[in-house]
């Protein structure tokens, strides 16, 4: 008969499983647009690229993040915006790219 597991044991299983199914899913936002400067998000104004921003949930957990810094940075000629997220639940960081669009 097998020796069942100790709690400790499968709280551990438990998150390292969490752990690299926050890593896949961060490496896979950073292949969709907003993930990296050579994909940007388009908006057409600068105060909508907070609010776009909060509107992604976190990788990691699921919850709501709140916008900590937010640049102005010109990355391979191309003029962007850079918004760091951090998620007030499990701490993590993210970091998405827009750039703006004319409006004429």
């Known amino acids: 008969m097998a020796k069942k597991k100790r709690a400790r044991t499968l709280r551990r299983e438990r ?15 950073r292949l969709e647009a907003g993930g990296s400067p050579r994909r940007p998000l388009t908006v057409s104004s600068a105060s909508q690229v907070e609010p776009r921003a909060e509107n992604e949930p976190c990788l990691r957990c699921g919850e709501a993040v709140r916008a900590v ?8 000629g191309a003029r962007l915006r850079v918004v760091t997220t951090r998620c007030p639940q499990c701490g993590a ?11 004429s």
């Open 15 to 29: 998150d390292r499983v969490l752990q690299k199914l926050g890593d896949q899913r961060e490496k896979l936002a």
């Open 93 to 103: 960081r993210r970091t998405l790219y827009f750039q703006l669009t004319d409006v």
């Open 69 to 76: 810094d937010h640049d102005a940075r010109t990355i391979d």
